[in-house]
């Protein structure tokens, strides 16, 4: 099970903003962070805890291991409005966050 | 670049049986997790199950019993299938690929990065 904190914020353009994924038992660094924004499928930022996918800003950063991991974005820009999921491929069956919600 | 397609009915109703497919173009189903995941205003994300020609397919708990993943590899397609539905499960369906990549650093462990473009089903 993973446990994403806050599951709402609002924050301005220009801030840092932190998530958090706690999982109920250790996934090692097995945690991807994804973005949805409303009608759109989810989008990949950030795999094995702390990798940038391909094409997603630097802003994005992701850290932890085991149960506690952290999504940053830093200098948040408007199209950073969105729902934040955390997921974990630590073996099966696979769970997702219950989201957080970014307001800009 | 690789795309999947989703197909199905949209209007399902209860007791009787979800299907869904998912169709790949500019890919194949060699090497990756092939996965199902759903979103409900309920439960947010919920992923559904996963199939690779390596093995599976797993299934998450809750749907265990009702749920089928099957893989075409002829048609290059996997398929879902939900018996005996009911309202709860109304919600949106995408299909999407773990990737798997071995020998680099670190390994790709089946991240969704390419997703379907999602079903809407209504129970």
């Known amino acids: 099970q993973l446990t994403q904190s806050p599951s709402s914020l609002s924050a301005s353009v220009g801030d840092r903003v932190f998530i958090t994924c706690r999982a109920s038992?250790?996934?090692?660094?097995?945690l991807a962070w994804y973005q949805q924004k409303p009608g759109k499928a989810p989008n990949l930022l950030i795999y094995a805890s702390s990798t940038l996918q391909g094409g997603v800003p630097s802003r994005f950063s992701g850290s932890g291991s085991g149960t506690d991991f952290t999504l940053t974005i830093t200098d948040l820009h408007p199209e950073d409005s969105a729902t934040y999921y955390c997921?974990?491929?630590?073996?099966?069956?696979?769970?997702f966050g219950q989201g957080t919600k970014v307001e800009i | 670049q690789l795309q999947l397609q989703q197909t199905g009915v949209a209007l399902v109703r209860p007791a009787e049986t979800l299907s869904l497919t998912c169709a790949l173009s500019?890919?194949?189903?060699?090497?990756?997790?092939w996965s199902w995941i759903r979103q409900t205003p309920e439960k947010g994300l919920e992923w559904i199950g996963e199939i690779s020609q390596r093995g599976g397919p797993y299934y998450t708990p809750s749907l265990s019993g009702r749920v089928t993943v099957v893989l075409d590899t002829r048609n290059s397609e996997f398929s879902l299938s939900l018996k005996s539905v009911t309202a709860a499960d109304t919600g949106v369906y995408f299909c999407?690929?773990?990737?798997?990549?071995?020998?680099?650093?670190?390994?790709?462990?089946?991240?969704?990065?390419?997703w379907g473009q999602g079903t809407i089903v209504t129970v």
């Open positions: 038992q250790g996934v090692n660094r097995n």
């Open positions: 500019g890919g194949s189903l060699s090497g990756d997790d």
């Open positions: 997921h974990h491929l630590n073996g099966y069956p696979r769970t």
């Open positions: 999407a690929r773990g990737l798997r990549v071995e020998g680099v650093t670190p390994p790709r462990t089946g991240q969704l990065d390419v």
